[in-house]
């Protein structure tokens, strides 16, 4: 059969979704990495779970790759189309299927927006915890697919610990409930925890019971603290780690990202110190604040500023807008390494003495308290250049990983980062990885070669 | 081969391990369930992660099944000695490898004790949360097979929540490392949650991560609540679970427990309440002790006490062995069912009923907040009548899925509760961890017919 007869095939079989073909698929092709999409077959935008089922369905009888993607907000290349692959939308799958509030959790389906599923819990005093930075347009869909990380993590969290059940449709378009409504469960295997974060490897989620948690309450205070060097910074930062009442979020931002920040958008950023510590405090009173401006100033601090609204925040959020209008998107290779928070010193003094050796801008912001680190390692597009940049990414991430950590903290393996997983896993870990695929995904048909790195059959 | 070559084998293979036959294997067959064990062909007990893996080999080579086994400490079988398979003890890895209270977490082999863990961290004013009532004795390995709950729970999360990594020897002996020291990581699947649980069937745990938690500081406060119908009891543990600050612990009783502890050994529980709850509140004051009272009381409390000891929480802690001493473990059939919380009173409404009905003794403990129900139904040595208590276990189960509720929330399926597999799964859930299974352990040698219901190839 010719593709095109293929295509005619699949729209006559999808109940309700509507298919995309030729100049009509280009919103539906790109994510917010630097990676280049290729051309699909076409471009199924679902709107019921039966969509889902028939184009997969489809798309195993005959050997066809399938990228599924949300609202295209990853880093890492996971929703890039992909040459003669379908891809499948779930972004107009966007019901809030049930709230309860007595209960904590939501059920909603997977193009709704994290912001939105916030919102709405917010409407009850409750709220949905996890918040990558893209939350405002990110898919709960996608956002669980990739086990998305984000600031408020430290004390709530990540995606993962806030799904509490699925449905998922197979590779072979059969559908697959996960999990319960109940905060226990232990019938079987955790299959929801297998598809959180499998990055569209091994089914397409459709639906999401998700856990909300109280908002918390009582005063809000954010703070800076700004450091002579990076060293004193992640000190600073273990030490609040070890303390009993961790902050809400614990951020750092390297002097390279304060001064692109600051050209990109003034936010009374310190340009001279070498790391800023931005931090939020719920629940405490003056005395938390003071503490906090003691324990910062014994390791250091050259300057702390403490403040009852938003700014200093919203100066960390402008990281990476102001990183890409400075043009980093261009050639910029990204690390997203993650450490515990006491090895989080040794990592960053890493990551400090071979971009000077390398003579190379590198500028870091991390989710300091979480030991995960985003370094945008600068590169031209000399392929040479880019190569050596690559690098030192590997390098970053066999260092963390030695330090007990991992290649990636939260922007996924994706297709851009597969170069990773030789340093994240050994071969008995690999034929794991791959056994399970296989069970599930015999064919291969699911996001072939990303993730985890297992070709498709075609 | 005959099996006592295939067992002198195995001997030869052990790298430092005991092998046991005949008599000497007893203190390895059992469990603290009602099951009756059969007699294993042998039992290694391990001492190091090559052990298991030598035992697993040779295993595996011979086409023999595996039942691995903590401290025996599980109530659903899983531990129970299976005629002519291998047991493999962990009971003797009592290593604590390391202790990182910086990065709130331990290494540990599997024999350590919950217990003792929890001493060792409290030693740096940490915990270790998960607190099964066989917390003295039950071991580490033992209750991440089986993902064992517990009181602390509510305020804690379940065992899964504490492990951050696990090494574990799959079927064919081969050592799998999953997981890492950073609080955060999204390469691969999430293969540390997969074995958390998978009680046996999928790999032998022989060392694990696990984190640690600040040990709760402030006012301690225990607090009973007697009402005259299970009902109003449910509904006051729905509206505590609505409020901002859940209690530490939620536990309720019901009168047949309540008399059968008393009759045990005098706690002062009230003999004629329909329902106690009792719980702890940690940080509070005055205040939030009468707030609690006056929630109690709303919901129509008959009494309300408060103790600044744990008198109260020691009662609750007697009731399995006060079932125990009364002659229930003969015949008494365990219910383990979870729904959320909000659908308690009518998980609890319905156990009344159908236990009026069929006029048979049915003893209610439950973590409530979690909304976890253990109902232990009496029967007779009566082939019939056990047959018919099963049938109540059954429905009880049936009726808390059709709450959005779960057929076993800590003690797990094992080899006793394989019958309410159906009721928690439809066919493309049996199918998917059927082929989750035949991944890891193509041989079908662990733990065949449990957890799961998989048999295996002998």
Redesign the interface.
Known sequence: MTMSALVAELRETLPTGHLLVDGDMSPFTTDSSPGVAGTPCAVVVAITTADVSAALAWASRHDIAVVARGAGTGVSGGALAADGALTISLARMTDVVEI????R?AVVQPGVTVDELDRLAGSH?LMYAPDPASSATASIGGTIA??A?GLR?LSHG?T??AVSALTVV?ADG?????G????????????T??F???EGT?GVITEATVRLV?RP?GNQVTFSASFPDLTSAARAV?EV??G?QTPEILELIDRTTANLIEDFSPSGLNRDAAGTLIGLLIGGDASTTELMRDLMEHHGAISFAAADDDHLLDARKKAFPALEANGMGVGWVASDS??????LPELLAFVEQESAREKRTVAVVA?AG???IHAAISASSDVDDMSRAHDLAQRIAQK??EL??????????GSLKTD??DI???E??R???H??K???DPKGILAPGR??GVAGTR
Chains 1, 2 share one sequence.
């Open positions: 309860h509030p007595e209960d959790f005093e990739t086990n990380g993590c990540v993962a610990d197979l059969r559908v697959l409930h996960t319960t409504r109940s905060r226990k469960n232990v019938a079987g295997y955790d299959l925890r297998l959180v974060g499998s091994l109280p309450r273990s780690m070890r009993a993650a450490v515990p928070p006491s090895r989710h979480d030991g995960n963390a990983v007990g950590g991992t290649v990636t903290g939260e922007h996924g393996i990773l997983l994240a896993f050994d008995v870990a034929n794991v990885h056994a399970v296989a069970a599930l993730a985890i």
